[in-house]
């Protein structure tokens, strides 16, 4: 009996041994046909990593981070040039390009400065936006926000990695970390009141004002912590660059704060403009002041039907550039 039980281990342990080499040749072989196909047909990495590569050789002087506000033109402006136009035009001595898209925010811009220290390239200067609905339960772990993707190329972009990034694609390393279940369950707080889950929030249908009120509390009303991982992020671009010839602009995105108090009162500003202090409270202790603009624009320079939002009509995309402009121009 104990003879046959080795004997069935021993065909066990062959059996995970062929396995095992069998996984290993074909990983071989998946990775030596990179080097071929990867000459044929370079992979495709990103824009966003593609285009800091680009700005490098053309040296621009400064570059935009940004969300969707920056490409927003309101359908009824007159003049359509979104911000980055217009802050170009406002600046003409200087070359100006942005790496914005849709949810970008500190915890990809961060990694983004680690790459352009990485690979010698010093802006004059760099613009970081701090949108303050990047910190709600609505954004922060959305599974479609994460851009793991952008983040892997940012940290170990090499001649190797490219060589080897379409097998990195077919074993899935850039898949998301974060589960729609997971970001569904996971909690809403007003203020730190727990206010539900993020699946009570994201399917309401309607603007009453009752609806309204809920959106409100799960775009906005949440404390932020100086713990936060955006707020992390945002301390460790201000110490990357602290003693470094680049000028970097941090400024709090413009909120349709007015629509806020009308449908949850004072308190709405009020854990708006504390949030906010939180922020520059953080960047102050490394040396840097931030620009709040998050109180300073009426509700009718606001561009959003439905649900609000950050985007911005020409006046308001008028009044950051012309900040933005001053602050940039500033002997210090």
Known sequence: MKKFHLYIS??????????????????????????????????????????????????IEIIYFCDSVLGHVDKDDQCKDNLLVMLGKMLPQYSVKAVASGAYGPDLYYPMCKYMIKNNYHPKVIIVPVNLRSFSSEWDKNPNYQFEEEKNCLAY??????????????????????????????PV????????????????????DENMKKKLIFFYMSSISDKHRKIVSLKKIAQLYKNSNTKIIFYITPLDYQTGEKYLGSRFKETVQENASVIKSVLQKEGYSVIDMSVSLDSDVFSWTGWPNEHLKYEGRSFLAKMLKERITAEN
Do not use: C, H
């Open 157 to 186: 972009d090499s001649f190797l990695f490219r060589l080897f990034y379409r097998a990195f694609q077919v074993f899935k390393l850039n898949e998301r970390k974060v589960s729609w279940n997971d970001y569904e369950n996971s």
């Open 10 to 59: 021993s065909s066990k342990d062959t059996k995970i041994k062929k396995y095992f080499k069998k996984s290993i040749i074909l990983l071989i072989v998946v990775i030596i046909l990179q080097i071929p196909l990867s000459r044929i047909q370079p992979a495709k990495m990103p824009w966003s990593v593609g285009s800091l590569i680009v700005y490098k050789k053309l040296n």
């Open 189 to 208: 707080y007003d203020g730190n009141v727990f206010a539900g889950y993020v699946k009570d929030y994201i399917n309401l249908k309607g603007a009453n």
